[in-house]
């Protein structure tokens, strides 16, 4: 991989400055997980006495995240903070996939593991703008998870059977719009691991998923009605909003192309 360069002839980085204050809402979005995953505990202690994790580890989850989330917002370590709660997001997504003890069924599993996935490539993409050496394979990293999350998006979109039904429920167009809405997010997919045209897949991608969060999940009373718990459905959606926030960033601070040797 090689960095573009500048009409001065001097290398210039394919992210721009100035993410800070267009990402102010990602930083912040490691002290909202907190809030929401307590939250979402104190709404499953009315039906059980044991919560699905290990307290202890809850209680190191919630720091950390206070944690990274005050490093985030303050300008202190950003790179370290990002890694770290990126970290967090890929042990809940497995854990939130794999633990019984969560009793979700499969779908709702899905559902919860894709969106951690989705914050997961944000923040790592976050730290690789931050990182002052310009790590490749830490954005490779970052393109590599974004685009896995896109295209788990396709399957809940055309193999996950409750999401389907909430599709048409909530968007015109039927099968059409469903394939239409599929095709996007797997060409923005491959796109993002191809490592091309990522400044236009990005507001494609975020677009995309803007609609159908505004159109699909944000009708809390749909989902309450499929046994889904009111707080992780909210949960669902602030990942959904980190991740469209990330794809906005990125828009606007990486570049078409970059030069492959």
């Keep these: ?13 394919p992210l721009k400055p100035g993410y800070i204050s267009r ?27 044991v919560p699905p994790i290990n307290p202890k580890l809850v209680y190191i989850y919630l720091i950390s995240c206070i ?12 790179k370290e903070a990002c ?39 944000v923040y790592v993409m976050l730290a690789y703008v931050i990182d002052n050496k310009r790590s490749i394979q830490l954005r490779r990293i970052g393109e590599i998870c974004l685009g896995l999350f896109l295209m788990s998006y396709v399957y809940l979109l055309n193999s996950v059977i409750q999401y389907k039904e909430a599709f048409y429920m909530h968007m015109l167009g039927g099968d059409g719009m469903r394939y239409l809405v599929a095709l996007t997010l797997a060409g923005c997919a491959l796109s993002f691991f191809s490592g091309f045209f990522l400044r236009d897949m990005s ?12 159109s ?10 499929k046994n889904v718990h009111q707080w992780n459905q909210i949960r669902q959606l602030m990942n959904n909003g980190c991740a469209i926030v990330g794809l906005f960033m990125l828009f606007t601070t ?8």
């Design 1 to 13: 991989w090689q960095l573009t360069a500048s009409p001065s002839g001097r290398p210039s980085h």
């Design 83 to 121: 890694l770290v709660y990126a970290g967090q997001m890929l042990y809940f997504a497995v854990n939130f996939y794999t633990n019984p003890q969560w009793n979700y069924p499969q779908w709702q599993r899905i559902m919860m593991s894709l969106r951690q996935f989705g914050c997961l490539g």
């Design 216 to 225: 699909v999940d944000l009708d809390l009373s749909y989902w309450m009605s």
């Design 23 to 49: 990402s102010a809402a990602a930083h912040r979005h490691a002290l909202a997980d907190a809030l929401s995953l307590l939250m979402l505990f104190a709404e499953r202690a009315q039906s059980e006495s």
């Design 254 to 261: 990486v570049d078409n192309r970059i030069k492959v040797d």
């Design 203 to 214: 507001i494609c991608a975020a677009a995309t998923l803007l609609l159908t969060t505004l």
């Design 67 to 78: 944690g990274c989330g005050l490093l985030l917002s303050t300008h202190i370590k950003q």
